[in-house]
């Protein structure tokens, strides 16, 4: 357990220090844009970017414009989320106990089941899909029960070579994407 925190802070203090980190996010998102299953999803939950993270901005600005529906995270007790319906980033606080974006209405909550595609944050990925996001397993939690594409974007700083650890609640993505490759299916 303990590696596992070593190895998160290691590697986002690596992201912290990435340069052109707004040209390799735009990379990401135009292949995200690009692929057939953003193409064909109505319904796609993404996350707003925060700190150093890919930034997902272009993603949203191109759902609203080709009218998908959007629905961003909400913090709930006991690491659980929910997916709520935004119509433009305009909708957004900044109130949340992380520090993270989150809608002023709160009340709009997606059904799990409508979800076609969910772009999904982390911290180290490995080449075998799987996930390290930030230790509260918000995003595990919600994956169970869903049949969304999870996609989620990274930094190549985030992707090791060596397997993560895997514990019995983490779940795979089927793709991750990252400013020079795709892993998995897109
Ligand atoms: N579906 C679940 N049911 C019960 N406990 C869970 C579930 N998913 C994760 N957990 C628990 O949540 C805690 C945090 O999980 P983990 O360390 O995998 O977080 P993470 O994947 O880094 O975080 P996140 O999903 O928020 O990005 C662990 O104790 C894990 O066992
Ligand atoms: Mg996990």
Not at 33 to 55: H, I, M, P, Q, Y
Not at 144 to 159: E, M, N, P, S, Y
């Amino acid at each position: 357990m303990t590696d596992k925190i070593f190895l998160r802070k290691k590697v986002l203090a690596k992201r912290d220090e990435l340069a052109n980190k707004g040209e390799k996010s735009q990379i990401i998102c135009e292949t995200v844009l690009k692929s057939n299953f953003f193409k064909k999803a109505k319904t796609v939950f993404v996350f707003l970017s925060f700190g150093s993270e890919v930034d997902t901005s272009l993603i949203l600005k191109t759902c609203f414009k080709q009218g998908k529906k959007v629905c961003v995270p909400v913090c709930k007790k006991d690491c659980m989320m929910d997916a709520v319906a935004i119509q433009n980033t305009s909708d957004m606080t900044y109130d949340n106990k992380y520090g993270i974006a989150e809608p002023k209405d709160a009340s709009n909550v997606v059904d799990k089941q409508d979800i076609d595609l969910i772009i999904v944050p982390g911290s180290v990925f490995d080449y075998d899909l799987n996930r390290m996001g930030y230790g509260k397993g918000y995003y595990d939690r919600y994956f169970v029960g869903t049949t969304a594409k999870r996609v989620a974007l990274a930094f190549d700083v985030q992707i090791q070579n060596e397997p993560i650890l895997v514990g019995e609640y983490d779940v795979k993505m089927h793709c991750i994407v990252s400013e020079s490759q795709i892993i998995g299916e897109l």
